[in-house]
């Protein structure tokens, strides 16, 4: 039988630009929601039955306008709903991805996420030019009637660096060679289940080669060429060599990933107005298609510490020890693509140039529908799907 995850007693999802949320009361608190106090603060929740009661504080920034609630009722299996009014600061100016951030002529260091080993023998870049959209090939052949007169890659040349959506491109000679390895990977054989036919096994050619961190044996991007080295951001930390959150970075490798891949997916919906997107493994599989919902949300959940939640009332006193913690984030449905599932929205969206590929390390797509399904599960159980999708939010700080 398959754990579920503890329900968060306050789920409170706000919408920064409408400033408007919807609360959910988990059925932890109380069964008998009709025994069920409920005032609003400005700041604070507070929450009593004859038996506890606890204040929940919201996080800096997050205020309730007690008089606009509405709609409350009772989900059976969630708790208590209701739809108020949220005031906030204003959207929290949040950190560039490393493709936005890098430039020429400026001092960076380029390190393995998961050891913190230098990757790179140089710290200055002459050039950093940004790479046509992924999809840009698939338009030149829409666009031309004659043989595409661009089938070419593109190569960086000494101290040059490429910006994909994904990766960056870095020439051999600036890679460290005794900090990056190459390796070939191998036949790579996965199962698809095929409607009324035989498991079908996708193979990775064996001449493909990657490069590997030579400390931590970490996969961190492709040999594309005898010349060219792709490295991905998610398998990366690119900071200014004066920056100091990078012992941070390389430690939380969850966190890690869930806000380099949210903060992409923001930033390719706003700049290119491009919200669905296939996310593919460097083995050519397709692990997950994601529909970018809003990307203005904060979310509010109370902290999961089950033995401080809720205390008991003593001699009509209160104990606040309860908070809730705050977190921008980015609102996504999603469909999991292994072993067949979901095999015709999958074939559908494939062939639709409006859908935007994002290709990152197997393991990091897998790291990835591990973080998709925890958030899933997280939520009340009526807000963990809509239509025929899955619901999840990837945190951007």
């Not at 040349?157 to 000679?173: I, P, R, Y």
């Not at 591990?370 to 239509?387: F, K």
Request: glycine share 4%.
């Amino acid at each position: 039988m398959e754990a579920k995850l503890p329900l968060s007693k306050v789920f409170l999802e706000i919408r920064n630009n409408t400033q408007n949320g919807h609360l959910v009361l988990g059925r932890a608190f109380t069964e008998d929601h009709s025994e069920l106090q409920i005032t609003l603060g400005l700041s604070s929740m507070y929450l009593q039955t004859p038996e506890k009661c606890i204040n929940f504080d919201l996080p800096a920034g997050v205020r309730v306008a007690p008089s606009s609630c509405r709609s409350l009722q009772y989900v059976e299996g969630d708790g208590l709903h209701m739809r108020l009014q949220v005031l906030t600061d204003g959207s929290k100016e949040l950190v560039p991805s490393m493709i936005r951030t890098l430039k020429a002529q400026a001092l960076y260091v380029f390190r393995c996420q998961s050891c913190g080993q230098s990757l790179l023998r140089t710290h200055i870049f002459r050039r950093v030019l940004p790479l046509p959209d992924g999809n840009w090939n698939d338009l030149v052949d829409h666009w031309c009637c004659h043989p595409n007169p661009f089938a070419r890659d593109f190569q960086p040349k000494l101290d040059d660096c490429l910006l994909g959506d994904t990766f960056l491109l870095v020439n051999v000679a600036n890679v460290d060679q005794t900090a990056v390895r190459e390796e070939e990977e191998g036949w790579l054989e996965i199962e698809q289940a095929m409607d009324g036919a035989k498991d079908d096994l996708v193979k990775v050619p064996k001449e493909k080669k990657i490069a590997v961190c030579t400390r931590c044996s970490k996969m961190l991007g492709d040999k594309t060429s005898s010349e060219t080295i792709k490295f991905y951001i998610t398998e990366l930390v690119v900071e200014p060599l004066i920056d100091r959150t990078m012992e941070r970075q390389m430690n939380e490798r969850h966190f890690f990933v869930e806000t380099v891949i949210a903060g992409r997916l923001m930033e390719l919906s706003s700049t290119q107005s491009t919200f669905r997107f296939c996310i593919q493994g460097h083995d050519g599989v397709t692990y997950a298609l994601l529909w970018v919902l809003n990307s203005d949300t904060i979310l509010v959940r109370s902290q999961d510490n089950t033995s401080s939640d809720f205390t008991t009332v003593v001699n009509e006193t209160v104990r606040n020890e309860s908070s809730c913690e705050a977190n921008n984030a980015v609102k996504v449905l999603y469909h999991p693509c292994l072993k067949g599932r979901n095999k015709i929205e999958q074939e559908k969206w494939e062939k639709n140039i409006g859908v935007h590929c994002m290709t990152f390390p197997a393991t990091t797509c897998l790291e990835l529908l591990l973080t998709l399904a925890s958030s899933t599960a997280s939520l009340p159980p009526s807000l963990q799907s809509m239509n025929s999708f899955k619901v999840a939010f990837l945190k951007l700080d």
